[in-house]
């Protein structure tokens, strides 16, 4: 992988947002202003005030400097307010693409989808972002910085003396480029890093899910070496990238150091062709406060959240696999046919929240077949929302096993929206779902009046200003587009009115695939195919008719949700 397809595509990511780099070039106009006056005023405060005799002319250019500090503090707090509309959706788009890249992985190798890809899914989704992220929020304000802030300090320095310019600038390029030829060495050493902390990942994941086959097999000792093999490879390579550091760190000396000394050794020169001395402070000024200062931030940015930026995008940008071809069709052979693998199942699972903590679910047993409708239903804090993470492997059981045919999308009660389109917001785990399939979806779940409230399929959200219900219905509206067989609802619909949260569910049932519900009102479990009754350490799974009749439980609950239901 080079990093060309990642300059490319952050070349089209800033294209579409012309108007945030408008808007944070403005502010950063101001900081020239700011540096300009800053030296300007220093030099003719000492040549035409104190020097000359007149203290008042001296002391109204300092106030001039002073108030382009103030200037530079607006300009600062209006930069960071600029600075979110290129930050977020890099964010948001980096979260897409790493969610999309994992169900690509597990429709190839449904193997692997719980194990290493799960584990380089999570790695992604959660260190490798925030590392983008960061990175790149510092790299846009130090590279602004530094642009702005060398106009500023080069035509101060050439309004004074362009002579100062041609003393000032070889030693300024040389220390650049020392600098630059390191970057490329760098961000080889921290995409081996990475690459290194993808694989512990995956390690870490595969023996954790096969921990106990590991201890039956006794191979103890063989997954802790190559554990430990992966941990001192990752160890290597961070001494490797602190002695880059420290090569980066020569260069930085030597950017930011030459251009004082050339400036100091050629003073002689400059006062015999006429130079005054408040031109030379001003021109000290404008190296030692502004210019050298920017070039240290821009250097230490680019040697570290430069490098670490362009490897992690390198990351996302990577093709998703492909599925494997499928192998030809076998001839049909006359005998019994065999029974569907379940959706999902569990057998004699436990889960407790802590050693020596009284179990939440204890040997619970529960087949869930393809297609099936099921509600899960019972008292606040018995465990319904441990079985759907559960479930949705985001717990794992104390004892027992569960397993999932495939991927599963999980909708929790509080529903996530992101600042980007509705389009974005709808294909959110599958970012190839074509316009007819949007539609399709929009009109199962009576989508159409809210997206046309909000301003159409182009429309950019604003979370902030939707409802926990509107919220709710595109996250629906995401989950009917998912390509997972299997969708968790965990109280997914509670901000929905009846009749909305009816037409959804009967829409996702009618979705190809396996629908979970943890039920808030009777009338979901009324419509599910069975109903899971979690009661402590007792669970009873059957048609709403039958529970009626066997449950106390569950009358009473049908009786609290509906009076007379019973």
């Excluded at 808007?23 to 005023?41: K, P």
């Excluded at 869930?368 to 899960?376: S, T």
């Excluded at 389009?423 to 959110?428: G, I, T, W």
């Excluded at 979901?524 to 009873?540: F, I, K, M, P, Y």
């Amino acid at each position: 992988m080079t990093a060309r397809p990642v300059l490319a595509q952050g070349r089209t990511f800033l294209l579409r947002r012309r108007r945030d780099l408008v808007r944070l070039a403005g502010w950063s106009l101001l900081e020239s202003a700011h540096t300009f006056l800053g030296g300007y005023g220093v030099a003719r405060a000492l040549d035409d005030g104190f020097l000359a005799g007149r203290t008042g002319t001296g002391l109204l250019w300092l106030a001039v400097a002073a108030a382009g500090t103030l200037l530079g503090g607006v300009a600062v707090r209006g930069v960071f307010g600029g600075l979110a509309g290129l930050v977020e959706p890099l964010r948001d788009g980096l979260v897409r693409r790493a969610v999309s890249q994992s169900l690509a992985s597990a429709v190839a190798d449904p193997a692997r989808a719980e194990g290493e890809a799960g584990s380089r899914a999570v790695s992604r989704l959660t260190h490798q972002t925030e590392i983008a992220r960061d990175s790149f929020a510092g790299l846009v304000l130090t590279a602004r910085s530094f642009v702005f802030t060398a106009l500023g300090a080069l035509a101060g320095l050439a309004s004074l003396e362009p002579a100062l310019t041609l003393v000032v600038m070889p030693p300024l390029l040389l220390g650049l480029g020392l600098f630059l030829a390191t970057l490329a060495p760098m961000a080889a050493v921290q995409r081996a890093f990475l690459d290194a902390d993808e694989a512990l990942a995956e390690r870490v994941g595969a023996v954790g899910a096969g921990l106990r086959d590991v201890v039956a097999c006794g191979g103890e000792r063989y997954a802790a070496a190559e554990t430990g093999r992966l941990i001192d490879a990752g160890a290597r390579l961070s001494r490797r990238l602190a002695r880059w550091a420290a090569v980066r760190t020569l260069a930085l000396g030597a950017a930011g150091r030459l251009p004082v000394v050339a400036l100091l050794l050629a003073t002689p020169w400059l006062l015999r062709g006429g130079v005054t001395a408040g031109t030379l402070l001003g021109a000290l000024t404008y190296l030692v406060q502004a210019l050298l200062p920017a070039l240290d931030a821009l250097m230490t940015a680019l040697g570290a959240a430069g490098t670490r930026l362009l490897v992690v995008l390198e990351r996302f940008t990577g093709d998703a696999p492909a599925p494997p071809p499928a192998p030809p069709a076998a001839p049909a052979l006359p005998g019994p046919r065999r029974p569907a693998r379940p959706a999902a199942e569990l057998r004699g699972v436990t889960f407790a929240y802590g050693p020596g903590a009284k179990p939440v679910l204890d040997g619970l047993d529960l087949v869930v077949e393809p297609g099936e409708h099921l509600a899960v239903v019972g008292p606040s804090g018995i465990g319904k929302s441990t079985l759907t993470g559960l479930l949705a492997g985001l717990l794992a059981p104390s004892a027992g096993t569960v397993t999932v045919a495939g991927p599963v999308a999980l909708l929790p009660q509080q529903a996530y929206v992101f600042t980007g389109t509705v389009l974005d917001n709808l294909r959110y785990l599958r970012p190839d779902a074509t316009p007819a399939e949007v539609r399709r979806a929009v009109d199962a779940l009576g989508l159409a009046p809210l997206v046309q409230r909000l301003g159409g399929p182009d429309a950019v959200i604003d979370p902030r200003r939707l409802s926990h219900g509107e919220r709710q219905r595109l996250a629906l509206g995401r989950a009917y587009l998912s390509p997972a067989p299997l969708l968790l609802l965990d109280e997914a619909t509670c901000h929905l009115d009846p009749a909305t949260e009816e037409h959804a569910e009967r829409a996702l049932a009618a979705r190809p695939g396996t629908l979970v519900v943890v039920a808030h009102r009777i009338t979901s479990a009324v419509r599910a195919d069975r109903v899971l009754v979690l009661d402590g350490d007792r669970a009873q799974c059957a048609p709403h008719g039958e529970l009626l009749e066997r449950s106390g439980l569950y009358r009473d609950l049908a009786g609290l949700w509906q009076p007379g239901a019973a």
